[in-house]
């Protein structure tokens, strides 16, 4: 079997056989993401997926598993962002029915802010960056709505105080 290889420098080498294959491994001048070509392939491969070389490879004590083509994984959903959409959507919703939404908001901030850390550290692998940020700004907003609230509570109470007194 002849292999041509596209070493280091750019250029075409080959065809050359599996003694001299295994030669310039030993000399280090392929590695095992060197790109060939197997005499009869319909395309390139990498050197060190090609099962009579993979063992060739110093420190490689396992052949490298091929990828699929096309085939990727998909980050996975950030459970802190489902968290924080979830305490967001609660908070807005206790907002309007019990008037009690401040624990939720505030979990709401915290759970989206660690899922954005999270997820920037390392955004191939965790997905749902959106999640995060709508669960931040629903509990940002609720959290201001039930301040707003306890002020125009507070202004009117202060004015009917004041009503009070003036009346005594």
Known sequence: MNYTVIGNDGRTYGPAGAKQIRQW???ARVESRTPVFMEGAADWTFLGLLPEFANDFPGTPQPIAPLKPG???????????????????????????CCCCVPFNLLGLVFSIIALVQIGGDPH??????LAIAGLVLSATSLLWSFGLTLLSLAANQTQAIVNLGQN
């Open 25 to 27: 491994i030993a000399q």
């Open 71 to 97: 085939v990727m994984q998909a980050p996975r959903t950030n459970s802190f962002a489902v968290a924080g959409l979830v305490c967001g959507i609660l908070s807005w919703l206790s907002c309007f029915c």
């Open 125 to 130: 692998r965790q997905g749902g960056r959106g």
